[in-house]
């Protein structure tokens, strides 16, 4: 395997896009979900989990691994960080530029996907990655996170003063602590959520089989389970029953998945990722990976998983560790929403193998960059007659072609040009980062590289 900083991804995007090579399997008539065990080479077999796979390729310190990430559409070295192109587009910037940068998968969002244009028209386009012209492999989170978080609108709903712990609890257990003003836009019951379109106000409704169907629909080759999201602000009684939900939630999530692929035999098979919850708890947390890393429902389980759930930054590393204690081994885990330098770092060193975060393009587009020696606003009028790279040591298409008193124009006159260079940039730069962290762990560089890009990020004093 490769860890060059543009191994797979560029290699499958060069000449022109082709599908002729993805797995297709025969239809099946009505047959009753078959159970996953068996391999599924042979000419007319169902979609399967035996048709993906991860392998630990090298190992460092207690936790932290190396892998290969084997989909339907090509292969993920982890650890590895996954752009985020939540309505079906990295904004600004095309895939075929997503691809020389080093992106090896991207991640939709179900929720909006669903809203707009909705899963049934990208399944019919021929799915996720056929629809948005990237041909590697993609990921589409459970639509829970955006339902909820869209829906109680943590900072714009919820009451900033109403903090957590056992301070929260209330007599029903219900944290309903809507600021006043404010419609409360999501409810959770044991079934599902109901929440308004963020769109046109009008209501829907998520349920695990809803969340299934969506991803089934959209095609990613990473799905993830329907889950509840909670806050720090929800009190520990509420969080072991939002717990307890997305546990029951888990099983109908694999039932669901299970029925699905053995229906849609026209498409590869798209693994299925359970995602742990628990907030700052350690029994949660360990209870939650345990419960869902040994889940079986009539042979089928988790294919990966996610860590979720609100992180106080001080705690990342502790909570994914009780987490990968209790996870299987051999099974591949995604850390969702995290690209600050020192937390990669930190996730990777607890064993997590891929990430995603929209920070990198949401900040360029806001003229935020990442440079060897930290986070710096290309307005600032020290960028004027800056006729240099944004970042001397990058290799970016942004810093081998552009100076940053050109970007830094752009901004000043509001040029859209400005969001596609900057959002390049930041991606490579975070890409990139990941990159050399999996050389680090092959080559047993890791501790140094560790020290010396967070000591140049954060200033020799961190
Ligand atoms: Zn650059």
């Known amino acids: 395997m490769t860890c060059g900083k543009r191994s797979t991804a560029t290699a499958t995007t060069s000449a022109p896009l082709s599908w002729d090579d993805v797995p297709v399997t025969a239809p ?3 047959q009753p979900v078959p159970a996953p065990a068996a391999a599924s080479d042979a000419p007319g077999a ?25 989909t339907p559409h090509g292969e993920i070295a982890t650890p590895a960080f996954v752009p985020v192109g939540t309505k079906a587009t990295v904004k600004a910037v095309l895939p075929e530029s ?10 939709a969002n179900a929720y909006h996907l669903y809203l707009q244009p909705g899963h049934d028209l990208v399944d019919e386009a021929g799915g996720l990655g056929a629809f948005m012209n990237w041909p590697g492999p993609t990921y589409t989170d459970s639509g829970g996170f955006q339902v909820m978080s869209l829906g109680a609108g943590f900072q714009k709903v919820l009451s900033s003063e109403f903090s957590g712990g056992e301070r929260a609890r209330t007599a029903t257990g219900e944290d309903d602590a809507v600021r006043e003003g ?39 080759d990473v799905m993830f389970a329907f889950d509840e999201l909670t806050t720090l602000m929800n009190s520990r009684r509420y969080q072991e029953q939002a717990l307890e939900r997305t546990r029951l939630w888990a099983l109908r999530c694999l ?5 699905l692929t053995a229906e849609r035999t ?28 040994a889940m079986d429902v009539e042979g089928w389980s988790f294919d990966g998983f996610g860590i979720g759930g609100a992180l106080e930054k001080e705690n990342l590393g502790t909570i994914v560790g009780w987490v990968t204690d209790e996870l299987p081994e051999a099974r591949p885990r995604h850390l969702l929403g995290i690209s600050e330098v020192d937390d990669l770092f930190v996730a990777i060193a607890a064993g997590a193998d ?50 940053a008193a050109y970007v830094h ?27 050399r962290i999996r050389a680090s762990l092959q080559d047993g560089s890791f501790d140094a590289l560790r020290e010396e890009t967070t000591g140049a990020y954060y200033g020799e004093a961190r």
């Open 354 to 403: 891929t990430f995603d975060c929209v920070s990198p393009s949401r900040v360029a587009r806001n003229s935020a960059v990442y440079t060897r020696t930290g986070r710096v606003n290309l307005t600032g009028s020290r960028y004027r007659r800056q006729f240099a790279p944004i970042d001397e040591t990058c290799d970016c298409y942004t810093c081998t072609h552009y100076t």
């Open 46 to 70: 169902p979609p399967s989990p035996a048709d993906v796979g991860f392998e630990i390729t090298a190992r460092h310190g207690e936790k932290a691994r190396a892998g290969v990430l084997s």
């Open 98 to 107: 997503m691809a020389e940068l080093g992106g090896q998968a991207l991640l």
């Open 266 to 293: 026209h498409r590869p098979y798209q693994q299925l990722w359970g995602v742990i919850q628990g907030a700052q708890y350690e029994d949660l947390r360990r209870q939650a990976a345990r419960d869902l890393g």
């Open 255 to 259: 039932a669901e998945h299970a029925r």
């Open 182 to 220: 404010k419609e409360r836009l999501a409810h959770v019951d044991d079934d599902g959520v109901t929440f308004r379109s963020f769109i046109n106000g009008d209501v829907h409704r998520f349920t695990p089989e809803i969340s299934m169907q969506i991803q089934h629909g959209l095609g990613a």
């Open 28 to 30: 099946r008539a009505d």
């Open 409 to 435: 124009h752009l901004f000043r006159a509001k040029e859209m040009l400005s969001s596609t260079l900057c959002t390049i940039h930041n991606e490579r730069f975070v890409v990139r980062l990941v990159d």
